[in-house]
């Protein structure tokens, strides 16, 4: 269950004040970068990223980029995170029901902060509206 979300770092700047008039929606990534425990507590780390270009191709120039970064807190059994930290250690995946209930969280919290720094510097908020699903690989 998640017990906390923590944004420790804020990051934002535009590339070119011209291209903002052709900015296209964001391409969004949400890392999970690294999982530590304490006691019953899971801390992951994460980095959510919103990069913005002027295109879709590949000779669209950079328009900007947003990025927030922190820990999402956890609190299982002792038995439990045993268990995740054995999954991510041999394969650096969590769970994929606690994975897609971290990403989704991200998404809100940090599409909601990522707005206003995109407001500050007139990019498009970043903002996911759909509910993210993961899928195991087989």
């Known amino acids: 269950m998640i017990t906390g979300f923590n944004i420790l770092g804020v990051e934002g700047h535009i590339d070119s004040s011209n291209a903002l008039l052709k900015q296209r929606f964001p391409r969004l990534n949400v890392n999970l970068e690294k999982v530590e425990t ?10 959510f990223d919103a990069d913005y270009l002027d295109g879709e191709g590949k000779d669209a120039k950079k328009v900007g980029h947003i990025k927030l970064s922190g820990t999402v807190e956890v609190t299982e059994s002792k038995d439990t995170i045993a268990g995740i930290m054995k999954k991510w250690n041999e394969t650096h995946m969590l769970p994929v029901q606690m994975a897609e209930e971290i990403v989704n969280g991200l998404n809100f919290r940090c599409g909601a902060t990522g707005t206003l720094v995109a407001y500050s510097l007139g990019l498009i908020p970043p903002l996911v509206i759909s509910t993210t699903k993961i899928q195991e690989q087989k």
Do not use: E, P
């Open 38 to 47: 304490s006691g019953d507590k899971l801390n992951v780390g994460y980095s």
